[in-house]
């Protein structure tokens, strides 16, 4: 079977779980999806999952960062921090385990769209780079014990 194959019935069968399981622990589903996706946009692997864990982390702090200027700066300028701070975000990049921006993007729209919940963000982010390891791996397997071998 092709990787491809094992992937999909990999993530199929953790996706569902996810859904399930995430609603009986109160953790944001859609953070999980996110963390997931970010694991294989970032290239798979512990690189893949360090690259994504640690942009994804950065991404949410900088949204904690905004929440806690935004009482401190007029309103009109508040397009000015979120401006300095994207800027940021993507000059990070500069150093190699922030260097997936769009993991940082991620994270920090994830950050907002959960309602400013940096705990919930966090634990359904590192789920989901969880998940991306776990189905990588078991497609690996599934993939290499279903192969023949081509002599």
Do not use: R
């Amino acid at each position: 079977m092709s990787y491809i194959s094992a992937v999909g019935i990999t993530v199929g069968l953790l996706a569902g779980a996810w859904a399930y399981a995430s609603g009986l622990a109160g953790v944001s589903a859609f953070a999980g999806f996110l963390g997931w996706a970010s694991y294989f946009a970032a290239g798979c692997g512990k690189d893949g999952a360090t690259k994504a864990l640690c942009s994804n982390l950065s991404g949410v702090l900088w949204g904690v960062v905004f929440v806690w200027l935004s009482p401190f700066v007029p309103a009109q300028f508040g397009v000015v921090i979120i401006a300095i701070l994207a800027g940021i975000m993507c000059w990070q990049a500069n150093f190699p385990l922030l260097s997936f921006i769009p993991g940082t993007f991620i994270g920090n729209a994830c950050f907002y769209a959960n309602g400013n919940n940096w705990s919930d963000t966090i634990i359904g982010l590192l789920c989901g780079i969880a998940l991306g390891l776990a189905s990588d791996y078991l497609a690996k397997y599934i993939s290499a014990g279903t192969t023949k071998n081509k002599s």
